[in-house]
C-alpha cells in the first residue's frame, strides 16, 4: 500500500499479544509515534483500526495528538 501511494515503508513495528483496549503496555506503537513526532515519517499506517485501538476515546486521543503535531494516519481497512 505504502508504494502504491509513493510512500516508503521505513519500519514495522508490532504490539503482538497485546490488547488494544488502551494504550498501556504498547511499547512498539509509542516508538511508532515517537519517530513521527521526532520528524522520521509522515504517517502512522495501521492494517486494521481495531488494532490501534479499540476505545473511541483512545483513538480520538490519538487523532488530537496527531493534528496537533503534523501528522497523519493511514487506516487501511477503513480506507482513511
Known amino acids: 500500500e505504502c508504494e502504491r501511494r509513493g510512500r516508503a515503508l ?3 513495528l508490532e504490539d503482538a499479544g ?3 483496549k488502551s494504550m498501556k503496555n504498547r511499547p512498539s506503537l509509542e516508538a511508532a ?3 513521527i513526532e521526532a520528524g522520521g515519517a509522515e504517517a502512522l499506517v495501521v492494517a486494521k483500526l481495531d488494532r490501534l485501538s479499540l476505545s473511541m476515546l483512545v483513538f480520538a ?3 488530537d495528538r496527531a493534528k496537533k503535531n503534523g501528522w ?3 487506516l487501511l481497512d477503513v480506507g482513511f
Open 72 to 74: 497523519a494516519f493511514v
Open 33 to 35: 509515534i515517537t519517530l
Open 10 to 12: 521505513l519500519t514495522i
Open 61 to 63: 486521543t490519538l487523532m
Open 18 to 20: 497485546v490488547s488494544a
